[in-house]
């Protein structure tokens, strides 16, 4: 068995990171077997090494080698590109072709960019894993085929698998051994050894001198993020081998030729909601059900009472927390409430004087208010609880942001929280 430095060597892979070591090695150990294996990794980072490893390795060495970009192949034709297809079975079919799988029988298949493929292709190569049959298009006849079949991805497969764009049994057939390669960033100590065998390679190639980078612009290629990899890494070192007539790179020649390098920053994006996350139609028409209700209620007792009584100013003082949580909140808090900067006057409720006689007539007349007042719907009442406890939970009980996500003022807030006893 050859060692990594030697594997390195002879298939021009530079580097001396750990993960890539790693890599190497499980791809020499898995060579001598026909076990199915799946490359990952980020687009650039040189997954296409990895199949010519196990295949020149293998007892199928002398045998066929093909690589297919499943990316690169028409839905509609893949089919026939990989299986085959008989004379007449489709528009253009002139003639019967052998596909990919027939050719290489004996050999080894690097299927590129596996995800891509068509959940039709899928099971006719779930097939091929499990017993090596496959049919060509178009045919009846049961055909058999031995072949290493490779695959490799840039694509997050469970991500794939839940969107239902790549079936689970096929993802598990294929990633019997699973070799990952690390991207471009988290290799640091490889990034200017690269970029010195690629800068020998074109200086070599263009005829003319290899061109050096000063410290700082090792600082800058060293701290850039190389989306695009090695590939990326290459392109680079390719354009200024070219363009750049002073053959010593300073840090601001090069950062001219990396794409936005003041903003190369990670972000993390969520991609799913939370459950918790007021995301249905439901939910919000649920929270603006619960507020109007509430509210309601508050204007029919504070009518009621005002109705009864007939002092507007007694009135105005006996139910000044009601008419704060409907109109606003005032300069004075309660005394277990945290004190709020924020200011605003009382609403003051004109002065009407009604006589008694007619406040009983109302009173009686609208009597049907305190009912409508102390019934409560079930549902209504679990969704308001609901949704309180969500948002307290979300923001770690801090009463300000949960109000402001709940679309209700902090001194509703807490007295919701008392009336729940939360």
């Not at 066929?64 to 893949?78: Q, R």
């Not at 701290?223 to 081998?241: T, Y």
């Amino acid at each position: 068995m050859e060692s990594v430095q030697a594997i390195k060597q002879r298939f021009g892979i530079i580097g001396n990171n750990a993960a890539l070591n790693r890599a190497i090695e499980k791809a020499i150990q898995v060579s001598p077997t026909d076990i199915s294996v799946l490359v990952t990794g980020e687009s650039g980072v040189g997954k296409e090494s990895i199949p010519k490893i196990i295949h020149q390795l293998s007892h199928r060495k002398h045998n066929k080698y093909i690589a297919v970009n499943c990316g690169a192949i028409p839905e509609g034709t893949i089919d026939s590109e990989l299986f085959g297809h008989e004379k007449g079975s489709f528009t253009g079919a002139t003639q019967t072709r052998e596909g990919y799988f027939e050719v290489a029988d004996g050999g080894t298949i690097f299927l590129d960019e596996v995800g891509e493929l068509p959940l039709t292709t899928q099971v006719r190569l779930l097939r091929v894993l499990e017993n090596g049959e496959f049919l060509k298009v178009g045919s009846s006849k049961v055909q058999k085929t031995n072949v290493r079949i490779v695959a490799a991805t840039n694509v997050n497969m469970f991500e794939a698998i839940q969107k239902e764009k790549f079936r689970e049994d096929l993802f598990y057939r294929l990633s019997t051994v699973d070799i990952h390669l690390p991207p471009l960033r988290d290799r640091q100590e490889d990034i200017h050894l690269l970029f010195r065998k690629f800068a020998s390679d074109f200086a070599l190639k263009y005829k003319m001198p290899t061109i050096k980078l000063t410290d700082q612009a090792v600082q800058v290629l060293l701290k850039h993020r190389w989306a695009g990899n090695v590939r990326q890494l290459r392109n680079i070192a390719e354009q200024l081998s070219v363009l750049e007539q002073n053959r010593t790179i300073t840090a601001e020649t090069l950062q001219s030729y990396l794409p936005n390098s003041k903003t190369n920053l990670p972000a993390v994006i969520k991609t799913s909601k939370a459950e918790s996350d007021f995301s249905s139609e439901r939910e919000i028409l649920y929270k603006v059900l619960f507020d109007m209700k509430s509210d309601l209620n508050d204007l029919k007792k504070l009518t009621l009472e005002l109705m009864k009584n007939g002092n507007a100013k007694e009135v105005e003082k006996k139910n000044e927390s009601l008419i704060q949580k409907i109109y606003g909140s005032s300069d004075e808090d309660d005394a277990e409430y945290e004190e709020t900067t924020e200011e605003s006057e009382l609403l003051s409720i004109p002065e009407h004087k009604i006589d008694h006689s007619e406040s009983l007539n109302k009173s009686d007349k609208y009597h049907f208010a305190e009912e409508i007042q102390e019934e409560e719907t079930l549902s209504l009442h679990d969704k308001e609880l609901e949704l309180i406890k969500k948002s307290l939970e979300r923001h770690n009980g801090k009463r300000k942001l949960a109000a402001a996500e709940l679309g209700i003022s902090e001194r509703t807030l807490y007295r919701k929280i008392k009336q729940y006893d939360l």
